[in-house]
């Protein structure tokens, strides 16, 4: 990838960030990554239970707010729940709940109020006119962790793409909130101008970053296409953030990817080759974690490193089987994989953290095919590498053909769109004994002599 520009390329017009106190260190300021930050923000976090959700879905994903602003570096003081049949489009709450909330805030002397669902940027503006303070909602601490936590020149490129986007649209937002503390003016003039100049930077960054990205993937797609030339399959440890997913590629691996008990350690893949029994070996690739509500714009920046996990065989989805709402887990992990395309990835589910209880044995138990493990004192690893092998055995089936010696050309082919088991020099030809795909298969159809179960 190409050199990116320095980050002071871009100004938002953010000029008096040092008067205003709050929004976890100005987020999304001209730093567009890594945050300062001078003390620890106190936050009253705000939730709605819409019609026909469970009142504890609101709490449970709350509770995981705090959590993620928690790992921004901030701290949840306070909660508020209103119960509405839709969002308020001015300001997602009632306008008279934002006035309790105001009440709150100041009691408590919060310096920012975040809102568990994405506001749109005018309800941001609304609300922040109503409670005189930085309105933030899930996808900007998410983003501000990303930031934060990206650390290769391609995660900070994605990171940095997602940020904009999710600025763009709300550039006037925050120049009306300066210009209103400067005076409340806020109309048209050489601010506006500025705003537009700083609106055709910041797009200008994105096409770049667009077009670096580009490029990484279009190396991804070469290095991708001469991985499949060596029939090696494609395993993706996928999973909620924080299930032990750079754990277990360690263990299966023999590696040393960063593992941390933090919401998002991981952005950037990583792949290892896996050997099975039998021989066979596969790539294994440690992602990203998701949770819920993941910000589309951070879905669609990675892209790159979600193709992973689209042109996978085989995912290995891992959930923290200890947890208080493993299902949930896993349910969010299943929206985003439809999102990007690998919802119909055959999938082998792993209970990880068997060591802290027994619940991962027991969802194990309840869950056909799956396995329990904890990547802490390596039970069940075995078990689960067994797994794999079996699961990625049953994508191939293994034949006995029998190659006429005048077709070199089929000799080839079995070599090079197979994996050849054994070989033995026979009178009509080379008898084969070699594990092959369906697609293959049916071009070597006639030479099939036996078609065996699935055996190592
Ligand atoms: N007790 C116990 N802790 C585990 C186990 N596996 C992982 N952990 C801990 O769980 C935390 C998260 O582990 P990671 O491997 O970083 O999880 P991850 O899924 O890669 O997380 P992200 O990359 O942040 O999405 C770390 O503190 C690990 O030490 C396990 O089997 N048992
Ligand atoms: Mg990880």
């Given at each position: 990838m190409s050199e990116l520009p320095p980050d002071d390329d871009?100004?938002?017009?953010?000029?008096?960030?040092?008067?205003h106190r709050g929004g976890f260190g100005e987020f999304g300021g001209a730093s567009g990554g890594l945050i300062e930050r001078t003390f620890r923000e106190r936050i009253v976090m705000v939730g709605v239970t819409l019609a026909g959700v469970?009142?504890?879905?609101?709490?449970?994903?709350?509770?995981?707010?705090?959590?993620?602003?928690?790992?921004?570096?901030?701290?949840?003081?306070?909660?508020?729940?209103?119960r509405r049949k839709s969002p308020d489009p001015a300001t997602y709450i009632g306008s008279g709940k934002a006035i309790e909330v105001r009440e709150i805030a100041d009691m408590v002397d919060c310096d920012t109020v975040v809102f568990d669902d994405e506001l749109s940027p005018a309800q941001q503006f609304n609300l922040e006119k109503i409670?005189?303070?930085?309105?933030?909602?899930?996808?900007?601490?998410?983003?501000?962790?990303?930031?934060q936590n990206a650390s290769t020149l391609e995660g900070k490129a994605q990171v940095e793409l997602a940020q904009l986007r999710y600025r763009l649209p709300?550039?006037?937002?925050?120049?009306?909130?300066?210009?209103?503390q400067g005076g409340g003016i806020g109309t048209r003039g050489p601010g506006e101008t500025q705003l537009e100049?700083?609106?055709?930077r910041l797009l200008r960054r994105v096409h770049k970053l667009e077009a670096d990205l580009r490029?990484?993937?279009?190396?991804?797609?070469?290095?991708?296409?001469?991985?499949?030339?060596?029939?090696?399959?494609?395993?993706?440890?996928?999973?909620?953030?924080?299930?032990?997913?750079?754990?277990?590629?360690?263990v299966l691996t023999e590696s040393e990817?960063?593992?941390?008990?933090?919401?998002?350690?991981t952005l950037d893949a990583t792949t290892r080759r896996l050997s099975l029994p039998g021989g066979e070996s596969v790539f294994a690739t440690d992602t990203v974690g998701f949770v819920r509500k993941l910000?589309?714009?951070?879905?669609?920046?990675?892209?790159?490193?979600?193709?992973?996990?689209?042109?996978?065989?085989?995912?290995?989805?891992?959930?923290?089987?200890?947890?208080?709402?493993?299902q949930g887990c896993i349910e969010a992990v299943h929206v985003v994989l439809d999102q990007i395309g690998a919802g119909d990835i055959p999938e082998l589910t792993v209970f990880n953290k068997a060591d802290l209880n027994d619940n991962a044995t027991a969802l194990a138990r309840r869950h056909e095919g799956s396995v329990a493990v904890s990547a802490r004192t390596r039970s069940g690893i075995d078990k689960l590498v067994e797994s794999i092998a079996d699961r990625v055995r049953s994508m191939t089936e293994t034949v006995d053909l029998v190659v006429p010696w005048h077709r070199g050309d089929v000799l080839a082919a079995v070599h090079r769109e197979g994996q050849v088991l054994s070989e033995t020099a026979g009178d009509d030809g080379m008898s084969i004994r070699a594990r092959l795909e369906p697609a293959s298969l049916g071009a070597l159809r006639e030479y099939v002599v036996a078609a065996k179960e699935s055996q190592r």
């Open positions: 871009i100004s938002v017009g953010d000029t008096d960030a040092a008067t469970d009142p504890a879905d609101t709490e449970s994903s709350l509770d995981e707010l705090a959590l993620l602003v928690d790992t921004a570096g901030a701290d949840a003081v306070d909660r508020v729940v209103q409670l005189g303070r930085t309105a933030l909602d899930r996808t900007a601490v998410i983003l501000d962790i990303f930031a709300r550039l006037r937002g925050s120049g009306r909130r300066l210009s209103q100049v700083d609106r055709r490029q990484v993937q279009a190396h991804r797609e070469t290095q991708s296409k001469a991985r499949s030339r060596t029939r090696n399959r494609a395993v993706a440890l996928v999973g909620y953030t924080n299930a032990g997913k750079s754990s277990l590629l360690n990817v960063l593992v941390e008990d933090r919401l998002f350690a910000p589309h714009q951070l879905v669609n920046a990675f892209k790159t490193t979600l193709d992973v996990v689209r042109d996978a065989d085989l995912l290995v989805h891992v959930v923290d089987g200890s947890g208080p709402d493993p």
